[in-house]
């Protein structure tokens, strides 16, 4: 997988899309940032006390988020 990116097919997503990270997460914003500006219906969410587990560190915000980005897919 060394060189293997899927970058330049970001484009083809046509589905809405929830990008979520944790500040303290190994998939920071430089990692996010191209699913963000490449999926044409994208939305990111960095969750500030989290690391790679926002669902577990910060329950509560996470299904607020979740649930509020269905709702409005829905």
Same mark, same amino acid.
């Given at each position: 997988?060394?060189?293997?990116? !899927? !970058? #330049?097919?970001? $484009? /083809?997503?046509?589905?809405? *899309? /929830?990008? /979520?990270?944790?500040? =303290? #997460? !190994?998939?920071? #914003?430089? %990692?996010?940032?191209?699913?963000? +500006?490449? !999926? @044409? =219906? %994208? =939305?990111?969410? *960095?969750?500030?006390?989290?690391? $790679? *587990? @926002?669902?577990?560190? +910060?329950?509560?915000?996470?299904?607020?988020? %979740?649930?509020?980005?269905? =709702? /409005? +897919?829905?």
């Amino acid at each position: 997988m060394v060189g293997w990116s !899927i !970058i #330049d097919r970001l $484009h /083809l997503v046509r589905v809405p *899309t /929830l990008v /979520l990270n944790g500040r =303290k #997460d !190994i998939s920071q #914003d430089f %990692v996010v940032a191209p699913f963000f +500006e490449r !999926i @044409p =219906k %994208v =939305k990111w969410v *960095t969750f500030e006390n989290s690391s $790679h *587990t @926002p669902f577990f560190e +910060e329950r509560e915000r996470y299904m607020q988020v %979740v649930a509020g980005f269905l =709702k /409005l +897919e829905a």
